[in-house]
């Protein structure tokens, strides 16, 4: 027998979200619609998932070493233990991999001695994700852990794109460039969409919106990323449910000699109460879209603010590509709001876009095509599944 599943944790501060994949069998996206594959790679079944939450709140999982415990009690319950000789690795994802780690990462100590070096550069997210590698590397000393990074699709990026216009001495020394995230689901849903059109990865030219809580755009040039909206941080580039995206960075300084905030208040008021909510007080496109049916006037501006700065990147990395083949919306917000797809694209036409307003009102699980029958972009709704992406990357690491 083969060890053939994989775990696949990702460890935030208060929570550990796990699935558990065989890979030995297809992928579900595979015999639904024949969707993305890493790699040539088509496997990737689920035999379970979920997540513990409130870590190291009163009356809850102490830390992560006891919730993952309690995964282990789950998965053991269903006969799927930790300790099975079928498990053949364990895939972490881990958010920030600066300029160090490019690939998939087999994890030894030096390696989580360097995710800890990057703790700076994301100090809400790479704190957690080591505590999760730990705690999972002491439960199962001997098997492969590897490490998935959200900012590796994007180190393709040429300079041009991955540069700020500073003082160069001062930018490398403190590793301010731009990394870009959500590579794991960039990654999976430009490849996913290629195989849509038939095509592939190498012969189209697409641009990825990944629309969830947080969003960010990418331009992906056959199959390789020259482009994507996030930075140092996962502060730039589009709105988001909390965070403001692209501002005058001297917005900064003005609310601190201005508005006498330090450094902190203006951190979280840019991170946690701007974007969709610091306009309108929810984060929620559902919401949004119910508070616009009744005419209030400040959801209505907050979604308007949203989708024209999409509209902005959908123009702008159209003209970073050349030839756009595809546009793939994804994540909570790309995947089910239509009214979000149709407003972002309306009145593109001159630029070869006509999204199919039937097609795109349907509501759907699977990757499908929502642009008319003419349209020179397809335009499309890809599910992301980072969860598998990270799966078969660590399995293409460690299989024999
Ligand atoms: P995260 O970034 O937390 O992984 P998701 O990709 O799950 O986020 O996206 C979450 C967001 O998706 C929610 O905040 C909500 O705005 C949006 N969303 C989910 N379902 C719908 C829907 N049916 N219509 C519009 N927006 C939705």
């Given at each position: ?26 992928s579900?996206a595979t015999t639904l619609n024949g969707a993305a594959t890493p790699h040539g790679d088509d ?144 990654a999976y849903v430009s490849r996913a969409t290629a195989k849509l059109l038939g095509k592939e990865p190498s012969e189209v030219?697409v ?16 199959g ?101 083949d595809a546009?793939a ?37 699977v990757a499908r095509v ?8 397809a335009?499309a709704?890809v599910p992301?599944d ?15």
């Amino acid at each position: 027998m083969t060890a053939s599943r994989v775990l696949v944790l990702n460890s935030g501060s208060s929570s550990l979200k796990y699935q558990l994949l065989d890979m030995s069998r297809p992928s579900p996206a595979t015999t639904l619609n024949g969707a993305a594959t890493p790699h040539g790679d088509d496997s990737g079944s689920r035999l379970a998932s979920g997540i513990v939450e409130r870590i190291g709140e009163e009356g809850s999982v102490a830390d992560h070493s006891e919730a993952l415990g309690v995964v282990s009690k789950e998965l053991r319950a269903r006969g799927l233990g930790l300790d099975s000789p079928e498990l053949a690795a364990v895939g972490h994802r881990v958010v920030h991999g600066g300029s160090r780690f490019t690939e998939p990462t087999l994890i030894t100590d030096e390696v989580v001695a360097e995710i800890e070096k990057l703790v700076p550069l994301a100090p809400l997210h790479n704190p957690a994700n080591v505590t999760g590698i730990k705690v999972a590397r002491e439960l199962r000393p001997d098997l492969p852990q590897v490490a998935v990074f959200d900012t590796a699709f994007h180190a393709t990026m040429p300079e041009a794109a991955a540069r700020y216009a500073i003082d160069r001495a001062t930018a490398d020394r403190y590793g301010v460039r731009r990394y870009g995230f959500h590579g794991t689901s960039h990654a999976y849903v430009s490849r996913a969409t290629a195989k849509l059109l038939g095509k592939e990865p190498s012969e189209v030219n697409v641009v990825v919106l990944h629309l969830g809580n947080g969003a960010s755009a990418s331009a992906v040039r056959g199959g390789v990323c020259v482009d994507t909206s996030m930075g140092l941080t996962p502060l730039e580039g589009l709105v988001m449910g909390t965070r403001s995206g692209d501002i005058d960075p001297a917005v900064i300084f003005h609310l601190s000699r201005v508005g006498a905030m330090d450094v902190d208040e203006i951190d979280d008021l840019l991170n946690k109460r701007s974007g969709l909510v610091g306009l309108c007080g929810d984060n929620d496109m559902r919401e949004i879209g119910r508070r616009m049916a009744e005419r209030d006037a400040s959801a209505q501006l907050a979604f308007d603010i949203y989708v024209h700065r999409l509209r902005k990147y959908v123009g702008a990395y159209s003209a970073v590509l050349g030839r756009v083949d595809a546009i793939a919306f994804t994540a909570g917000v790309g995947e089910n709001s239509a009214a979000v797809r149709e407003a972002a694209l309306r009145g593109l036409e001159p630029l070869g876009i006509e999204i199919d307003a039937v097609r795109n009102a349907v509501r759907g699980t699977v990757a499908r095509v929502v642009s008319t029958e003419t349209s020179r972009v397809a335009v499309a709704v890809v599910p992301t599944d980072e969860e598998l992406e990270i799966a078969q990357q660590a399995y293409s690491l460690v299989r024999p």
